[in-house]
């Protein structure tokens, strides 16, 4: 069974720094490529970062570009999303989302999320 598990949202002061963490298990970790998504309050949710399984690859949406760094731990089957000069508009619930593809099909997998708060 598919399991994410995202740690390390807070509140957070503007201009402060946090690494997200998600824990995944159930899957063959080091062959899915992995994002993280953001859901700020009243929007919908958007992708922000992606990292290819082998973790040579990645890919950060504009807004993301800059301050947002993922990685990937494959031997702990860890995914992390490091965000620095945190902005209030970073507030949002972050997610991590694991795309499988099995026998032609497309699997997303998504965690419960964490929340991150930055407010002074």
């Known amino acids: 069974q598919v399991q994410l598990v995202e740690s390390g949202g807070n509140l957070v002061q503007p201009g402060g720094s946090l690494k997200l963490s998600c824990a995944a298990s159930?899957?063959?970790?080091?062959?899915?490529?992995m994002s993280w998504y953001r859901q700020p309050p009243g929007n919908e949710r958007e992708r922000v970062a992606l990292?290819?399984?082998?973790?040579?690859?990645?890919i950060y949406d504009q807004s993301a570009k800059g301050r947002f760094t993922i990685s990937r731990d494959n031997d702990k089957n860890l995914l992390y999303l490091q965000i620095t000069s945190l902005t209030p508009d970073d507030t949002a619930v972050y997610y991590c989302?694991?795309?499988?593809?099995?026998?032609?099909?497309?699997?997303?997998?998504w965690g419960q999320g964490t929340r991150v708060t930055v407010s002074s």
């Open positions: 159930g899957f063959t970790f080091s062959v899915v490529p």
């Open positions: 990292i290819s399984g082998d973790g040579a690859s990645t």
């Open positions: 989302n694991a795309r499988r593809v099995d026998g032609g099909q497309i699997y997303d997998h």
